[in-house]
């Protein structure tokens, strides 16, 4: 092998699902050593392409050459023979086995567990010392939090001996100082020789850390550039196709009285565990309180306390009214009817019905107002006229109401959610990770139509992980750790640090290495995690 | 993702599968040395080829229609309720305690109380484990189970026990009163020259079967309690975000699965037996399971998967009658059909998807 | 009840809980990697028949086994083919797989013997003999371990001794081998397995292929161990009962053998005290006989709670992104 | 032609049905005729049948079972010309003038095995083991339970039903399990009236070398040696009868008891050790009681009540 042959090379792959072409005659090289980025809208086929590097798909067309060599990669172990390593999207873990078990599973050395075990266990802690990756090996994946399943994931494909990492949108459930934690991981391996494939939505990222980064869009790779010669702008436009806007524009909030105000809120889970530990938040008429925090610290659960569907104690009011959080009374509908709309984290489990057509799920839990009735029945022409309009003015792509809503693609599932809950004029709208899984040219929609909405005086609170959407939308700052709300702050008069470190748990700035701080807070939120789960 | 059709979907699988099974079916026959096609002959002769064979045929589809729709709301809520063989036998019970304690002055009065007897008896039946799997998340596929057997005790014991008239072999109800009978399809159709359905027992009940069919059409696609429970069987995290309960739809759905799986007891007692008998359902509590699969859970499908088993019912019956093939025969065949028609209908669809897809290709 | 009632009861659960046992753990291995199972039951019978006419016909029990093993073995790989390779319903192939062998069974019993769905009654080496362990007779007269040992323990057919190894085996198998872990990680997420370059198809063939050999075990030990022969339906509803144990069980093998004995005792205790009178109240024979289905519904009521099945089972496994 | 519907248990029970199968083919043989047989897989089908036979000339049609008695009442009048002939069941000779109803005294000749059985029994505990709990099975248990009593006072009668669901029929672990029950409690002459579940009865009575009694039809050959007796009902001969009366078959109720030798118990090379001469002695004797008059057997289904027995 001569040090000029790429690591990988892939040429003319192609790939369908049914009628989708999801991949097109791709090709691409990386050099060992070194960090490849791959950016572009979502469905442009990033996803698919690493799969089939993975073995996970089979391409329809096309060769891959390792080091040098063809490769016939047909499974996943082809691929790991290799030397692939692959941290999906979604990981790949077995909630309730132990991170030693999800770390030899399939990569056991004989018949028998124990001496695999016990060979892991050696070889895991040498790993964690190489690469800070340190994780408890015998603890089960379901109490761990999703940044140690990462590493979790990181140590499985380095157990293996992967010279080459795949990690899918590895970022978009870190906190930044979790983040910058695990970009230093890469360095390192990057340095130890390794090769690393980084599909990210985030153009900063891609600035930071990578040496090189394809563009794709709709299946096609449409270029590779240095890192070093390019720039955000031209990467956002190689990427939609179109000049994109990067910030919103906003004019100052005119706040006016409270309008929903949370006092001690608490929330126990099914298992047992207490997610919501106190939390007090006030929400005033036309602003935007944006909660920032990483996912799995108590935001999902306040967005179902306050949406009706999970139990709590304390007290919660809508102008000055109590609402009830436990028995009747506490359900979606009860919430509607006092004013609160509500547009759920997860549009696909939550807010919409996939099979549904686009108009029934126009009326989704307002399918019991009197205005979408004929006597017994339900009035499905009118509603069906109306979700047409709405369609129009929401600008959602195709606008046929027939359509079932698993049709769409995510930015215009997400308009028909938003035309659905603003449409009904409430005085308070819970907004779940508003552009998950969206992409750029629908955010720009979606968060134009969110400060509209604040303009006419509404109280808004929003949830999101995305620090940038805080930022850019939100009137005021609240961080949640582990249930708690850590500490507010005006967006004016913090930064992405400071932010970063309160999404971790630590309220002071460390004098030390922040890390440390970081990983003591994690440790202790889930050793609590664990201990009261039954 | 429109790789097929809808119509081949729901047309086209089906009737391949349907071949399949009909194919192993006709080497099953030959295995055991019969000829398959005298055997078809002998099936299509008598069950459609005569009035009276269709008046049996007919018969059989009522209760096939009944249990199919209590097998389909559940699965639009996405429960399995397994327990409409128990929910039927306790309908009858229903059926046998009005018909027999009231003194009704004319047949369509005690239709009417008894249609509310069957619905209401079988409800009772599903509302336990209904209940279990809404509050407890006991698993509903073994308690119906459970209470299958359950209905099965219950039943023997009153009838033996309590209802039987003193002196009587059979577990079984006196006859019921003249004034309970319902009109069967002789009564309705057949003329003095034309004796039509002559001593079949397709009755009324065959209608209120095809009213059933129209009523849970309405109910799934037309009311607000259709709408949930069939957005509760799509998304159970989405209807509790919708402010709909679960442990409602739950209850509820499975309250009219039992009540549907109850009123097939009109069929069978109050049509047909005119009194109440212990095995009186037969199995259509687990036929229905296939029609409801078959038919896709919609009325139309059920109704032409409740005529398919119908017509095997009673062709076997007639096979049965003229040949030496033992009555096995006809649970081997309907355990073909629901096996390639409900749990292999993919190996049939996976091909035809990739057909279309390629002959979609060639079209664009 | 003095002792020696006592010790028939359990001697009687034993052997009632004997064929619940082994098709429990063959429900266990089939439901930890996946697949849910229903058809336990029409395996059962299915083994139960071929059992019984291979030892009629070869005049070899062990023969009787093998073909049991092998008919109910096939029937596990047609509810593979429907829902692993086909992704077919699960309950739906198990409810097809009970009509199916309910049917084929007294169709081929009938076309080979001519008895009306039965096998001819196995004499000789056509059955399992009931073993009476080393010493049993000697001990018997030691006080109260000597019956325990003699009734209790000695003199049960050899499959009831393999189907009690057969759960610390289990146990062993699932938790100490690799086969156990990749088989428990296939039951919870299927995807893992897959991205980690283990074939999800293949094990859950392989589980499904063992979940056969104990459904003909437990079909060939009630043809041919408990009974001399096969009579149709000779099941009578234990698969069902198998797969309530199992939820009891809580997918656990020594769990399973709690459970599988609980329901023995029941139906042991049901079947000697018929009419039990509670002080001028009878209680029906009826409800006896009922009791086990209705201890069920309440176990699974109240006991058992919420009892959480391995995450992945009854879904067909579909890669996605 | 004749025609022959069997009940839901099937041609081949191994008793009641089969009986009747036997009777056909030994008039089939005799005769050399041919005759058209159903066995029933569904309620609905009873009707179905006769109507079929009666439409397609078929005579007479020749039922076995209780529940035939229902539907033979609603088609008889629709085909006068055709005989029924029900066989366990009672349909009202006034009112269906072309019906023969066939009746046993199921409780005259369970009377006397169990009177044999008390006799062979040593330990004075005998038992019964019953199919599905159903009226008729009570029927034997009861006569069973008098005879027992009758021959020695003092004996002990254990009855159990198998179930209370058609499966009960067809379970002979449970059969084997009831008959071990029994064992223990004493029991060491069972009388199985249970269709399949009764195989596994004399099985494991044969197994624990104890006696047992077989039922309907002559069971004494399963296990030679072993099968104390059976309590025979000639529903072969009832069949054969009427067969060979064909279309002048006489209509009306015929009960069949000892007198007339429609219920017995069987006596062959397989248990002529068993039973000894003062056996056949003392239950000659009681069938003459019986025959004459002088001795009643209760039966059960005349007031679902039993003197010797509770259910
Ligand atoms: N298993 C599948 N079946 C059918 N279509 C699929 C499948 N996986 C992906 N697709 C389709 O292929 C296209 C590319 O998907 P892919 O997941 O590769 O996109 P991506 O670039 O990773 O998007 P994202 O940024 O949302 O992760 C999309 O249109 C998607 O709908
Ligand atoms: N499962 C599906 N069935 C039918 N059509 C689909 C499906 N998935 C995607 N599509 C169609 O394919 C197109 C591309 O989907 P994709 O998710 O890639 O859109 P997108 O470019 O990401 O759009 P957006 O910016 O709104 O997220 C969509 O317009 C959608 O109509
Ligand atoms: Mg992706
Ligand atoms: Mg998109």
Not at chain 1, 164 to 173: A, M, N, Q, S, Y
Not at chain 2, 76 to 83: E, L, R
Not at chain 2, 118 to 126: I, P, S, T
Not at chain 4, 254 to 260: K, R, Y
Request: glycine residues 10%; hydrophobic residues 45%.
């Amino acid at each position: 092998m001569t040090d000029t042959a790429p690591a990988i090379e892939l040429k003319g792959i192609s790939k369908s699902f049914g009628p989708v072409q999801a991949n097109k005659d791709i090709a691409m090289r990386v050099m060992p050593g070194t960090i490849h980025g791959i950016i572009g809208e979502n469905g442009a086929g990033k996803s698919t392409l690493m799969s089939i590097l993975y073995g996970f798909y089979k391409a329809d067309r096309g060769e891959i050459f390792i080091g040098g060599k063809e490769a016939r990669i047909t499974d996943s172990q082809s691929a790991i023979a290799a030397g692939i390593g692959m941290v999906f999207q979604h990981f790949k873990l077995v909630q309730n086995f132990t991170v030693l078990e999800n770390i030899i599973l399939g990569a056991e050395d004989g018949p028998m567990l124990r001496p695999s075990l016990a060979r892991a266990r050696g070889v895991l802690k040498q790993l964690s010392d190489e690469y800070e990756l340190s994780v408890d090996p015998d603890q089960l994946i379901e109490n761990l939090s999703v940044g140690h399943q990462q590493r979790v994931e990181i140590l499985k494909a380095l157990y293996r001996q992967a010279d080459i990492l795949i990690l899918d949108e590895p970022t978009g459930v870190l906190t930044p100082a979790e983040a910058d934690h695990l970009f230093r991981i890469l360095d390192n391996l990057r340095s130890e020789g390794k090769t690393i494939i980084l599909i990210t939505h985030k153009l900063r990222e891609i600035m930071e850390i990578t040496d090189t980064v394809s563009v794709m869009r709709r299946g096609q790779m449409t270029a590779t550039v240095k890192t070093a010669e390019t720039s955000p702008g031209e990467l956002a436009e190689l990427m939609v196709g179109r000049k994109v806007l990067l910030q919103v524009d906003k004019s100052p909030a005119k706040v006016g009285a409270p309008i929903l105000q949370i006092e001690n809120l608490r929330h126990v889970d099914s298992h047992g565990v207490e997610r919501l530990r106190g939390v007090s938040l006030e929400v005033r008429a036309g602003e935007v309180l944006g909660i920032a925090g990483v996912a799995g610290n108590g935001q999902s659960e306040l967005l179902e306390v306050l949406g009706g569907y999970a139990d709590a104690t304390g007290s919660v009011t809508v102008n000055g009214k109590p609402l009830p959080l436990t028995g009747t009374g506490a359900d979606g509908a009860a919430r509607r009817k006092t004013g609160i709309a509500h547009v759920p984290e997860d549009r696909q489990t939550e807010g919409l019905i996939m099979p549904y057509t686009a108009w029934e799920n126009t009326v989704f839990g307002y399918h019991r107002e009197p205005e979408f009735q004929s006597g017994m029945l339900m009035d499905n022409a009118k509603i069906r006229e109306q979700a047409q309009d709405k369609m129009t003015r929401y600008d959602v792509r195709p606008p046929d109401p027939s359509l079932p809503a698993k049709a769409f693609s995510g930015g215009n599932q997400q308009k028909i959610v938003l035309a659905r809950e603003i449409e009904r004029d409430p005085d308070v709208l819970l907004i779940g990770q508003p552009t998950r899984g969206v992409d750029i040219g629908a955010i720009e929609f979606i968060h134009k139509e969110i400060i509209r909405l604040r303009d006419t005086g509404k109280a808004i609170l929003l949830v999101s992980v995305e620090l940038d959407e805080i930022f850019a939308l939100s009137d005021r700052i609240a961080v949640m750790f582990d249930g708690q709300v850590m500490g507010e702050r005006m967006p004016n008069e913090t930064d992405q640090t400071e932010l970063g470190l309160l999404m971790a748990g630590v309220t002071e700035r460390p004098g030390g290495d922040p890390i440390k701080a970081v990983d003591a807070a994690l440790e202790q939120k889930e050793q609590r995690e664990a201990s009261q789960h039954d | 993702m429109d790789k097929m059709p809808a119509w081949a979907d729901a047309v086209l699988v089906p009737l391949i599968s349907i071949l399949l099974a009909a194919i192993l079916s006709a080497l099953v026959i030959l295995a055991i040395g019969e000829n398959p096609v005298e055997a078809f002959n002998l099936m299509v002769e008598g069950a459609l080829m005569r009035s009276a064979g269709w008046g049996y045929t007919l018969y059989y589809t009522t209760n096939f229609i009944f249990t199919g729709l209590c097998a389909a709301v559940a699965f639009h809520a996405k429960m399995f309720n397994i327990g409409g063989e128990g929910q039927a036998m306790i309908g009858g019970l229903g059926v046998a305690l009005v018909c027999l304690f009231i003194p009704f002055p004319h047949w369509t009065v005690a239709l009417l109380v008894a249609i509310v007897a069957a619905g209401a008896f079988g409800a009772l039946w599903a509302l336990i484990p209904a209940y279990l799997q809404a509050k407890r998340g006991s698993h509903i596929v073994i308690t119906t189970i459970m209470f299958n057997f359950i209905a099965s005790a219950v039943l023997n014991y009153v009838l033996v026990n309590l209802l039987r008239p003193q002196g009587a072999m059979d577990p079984a109800t006196a006859r019921f009163p003249e004034a309970t009978q319902l009109p069967t399809f002789q009564d309705m159709f057949a003329t003095a020259d034309n004796p039509l359905f002559r001593g079949s027992p397709a009755n009324v009940t065959f209608f209120l079967a095809v009213l059933a069919c129209v009523a849970f059409w309405f109910l799934m696609w037309r009311t607000r309690l259709g709408y949930e429970i069939r957005a509760f069987g799509h998304s159970e995290s989405a209807v509790k975000y919708a402010g709909i309960s679960p442990v409602r739809i739950t209850i509820v759905a499975m309250l009219i699965s039992g009540g549907l799986a109850g009123m097939m007891a009109l069929n069978t007692t109050m049509g047909e037996a005119e009194r109440l008998v212990m095995n009186a359902t037969e199995g259509a509590g687990f036929i229905g399971i296939a029609v409801a699969l078959m038919g896709r859970s919609h009325p139309v499908g059920i109704f032409l998967a409740a005529l398919l088993f119908g017509f095997l019912y009673q062709g076997g019956a007639e096979l049965a009658l003229w040949t030496n093939i033992p009555r096995e025969l006809i649970t081997v065949i309907q355990a073909l059909v629901i096996l390639f028609t409900g749990a292999l209908d993919n190996m049939v669809r996976m091909p035809l998807e990739r057909l279309f897809v390629a002959l979609g290709r060639k079209d664009a | 009840m003095d002792f020696m009632t006592l010790l028939q009861v359990l001697d009687s659960t034993v052997r009632l809980a004997t064929p619940l046992l082994l098709a429990c753990l063959a429900g266990l291995f089939s439901e930890r990697s996946g697949v849910v199972d229903i058809g336990l039951e029409g395996k059962m019978l299915a083994a139960a028949f071929a059992s019984a006419a291979i030892a009629a016909v070869s005049g070899s029990v062990w023969l009787g086994l093998l073909a049991g093993i092998v008919s109910a073995s096939l029937m596990s790989a047609l509810h593979g083919l429907a829902s692993i390779t086909f992704r077919g319903n699960q309950l739906i192939s198990g409810v097809a797989i009970n009509f199916l062998a309910s049917g084929l069974t007294v169709l081929i019993a009938q076309s080979w013997f001519g008895q009306g769905g039965r096998t001819p009654s196995l004499m000789g080496g056509g059955r399992f003999e009931s073993i009476t362990l080393p010493f049993a007779n000697a001990l018997r007269d030691v006080p109260v371990l000597g019956p325990i040992y003699a009734e209790l323990i000695s003199g049960h057919s050899i499959l009831v001794y393999v189907a009690f190894l057969m759960v610390p085996l289990s146990w062993w198998v699932l938790f100490r081998t690799r086969f156990g872990l990749r088989l428990r990680a296939v039951g919870e997420s299927p995807e893992a397995v897959d991205t980690a370059g283990i074939s999800v198809v293949g094990l859950r063939f392989a589980a499904i292929g063992i979940c056969g050999l104990l459904c003909g075990l437990a079909g060939a030990y009630l043809a041919t161990g408990l009974q001399a022969g096969f009579v149709r339906e000779m099941t009578a509803g234990r698969g069902y009962i198998a797969l309530a144990a199992l939820i009891f069980a809580k997918w656990r093998p020594v769990y399973a053998l709690w459970a599988c004995l609980l329901f023995g005792l029941l139906q042991a205790v049901a079947l000697r005290y018929q009419n039990i009178d509670l002080g001028g109240i009878t209680i029906p024979v009826q409800v006896m006989d009922a009791l086990p289905y209705i201890l069920t519904v309440i176990i699974l009521a109240g006991f058992v709670g919420k009892a959480i099945p391995p995450r992945a089972s009854g879904e067909p496994y579909v890669k996605e992104r | 032609d004749p025609a022959l519907v069997y009940d839901l248990g099937g041609k081949f029970d191994k008793s009641f049905n089969e009986a009747a199968y036997n009777g056909a083919e030994a008039w089939a043989a005799e005769t050399g005729g041919s005759y058209r047989d159903i066995e029933l897989q569904s309620e609905a089908q009873r009707e179905q049948a006769l109507r079929r036979f009666a439409e397609a000339g078929f005579n007479p049609v020749v039922t076995t079972g209780f529940s035939m008695s229902s539907p033979i009442a609603s088609v008889a009048p629709d085909y006068p010309d055709t005989k029924f002939v029900t066989i366990d069941g009672f349909v009202d000779p006034e009112e269906h003038p072309n019906v023969l109803s066939i009746l046993f005294s199921e409780h005259e000749g369970s009377y006397l095995v169990g009177m044999m059985a008390a006799m062979a029994s040593e330990t004075g505990t005998v038992s019964f083991v019953g199919g599905m709990d159903v009226p008729l099975i009570r029927k034997f248990a009861c006569g069973y339970a008098q005879g027992a009593k009758a021959a020695n006072p003092d004996i002990e009668v254990i009855s159990n039903m198998t179930g209370t669901t058609p499966a009960a029929w067809n379970d002979p672990v449970k059969g084997s399990e009831l008959a071990s029950a029994q064992i223990s409690q004493g029991s060491d002459v069972i009388f199985a009236a249970a269709g399949g579940t009764g195989i596994g009865v004399l099985q494991t009575a044969a197994d624990q070398d104890i006696l047992s009694i077989g039922v309907d039809s002559n069971q004494n050959a399963l296990h030679p040696g072993q099968v104390l007796t059976s309590m025979l009902k000639r529903v072969d001969v009832a069949v054969q009868d009427a067969m060979t009366a064909g279309a002048d078959l006489e209509t009306g109720v015929t009960v069949l008891g000892l007198a007339e030798n429609g219920v017995d118990y069987a006596m062959d090379e397989n248990n002529a050790d068993l039973v000894s001469e003062d056996m056949v002695a003392a239950l000659d004797a009681a069938r003459e009681q019986i025959v004459s008059g002088e001795v009643t057997v209760h039966d059960y289904s005349s007031d679902d009540s039993c003197p010797a027995l509770s259910f």
